[in-house]
């Protein structure tokens, strides 16, 4: 998948260092795009947003991801025989 501006993707938040608050996934919106693995975007929280530039695609705190849903359309895009993640 090709990230475009515009496009809702998982922000992973860092959490406390001491771990009070769990990194966790949030909504954000792809508000420019550097290349296929780094955005711009703005992330969506409970009591607010925030923008955070040049963000590297991946699964930990403060990287972004596709939505398991966007994974699996993709994937049966790829392969009409694909069933789903079970």
């Known amino acids: 998948m090709t990230p475009t501006v515009g496009r ?3 922000y992973k938040s860092y959490g406390t260092p001491n771990g009070e608050y769990k990194p966790e996934d949030r909504a954000a919106v792809v508000t420019g795009v550097v ?3 780094t955005v711009h975007l703005c992330v969506l929280n409970p009591t607010g947003m925030f923008f955070n530039l040049n ?3 991946g699964s930990e705190g403060g990287h972004w991801d596709w939505m398991p849903y966007q994974k ?3 994937a049966e ?3 009409p025989f694909f069933k789903g993640f079970n």
């Open 8 to 10: 809702i993707v998982y």
């Open 35 to 37: 290349d296929e693995t």
């Open 55 to 57: 963000v590297k695609q």
């Open 72 to 74: 699996q359309v993709e």
């Open 77 to 79: 895009r790829k392969n």
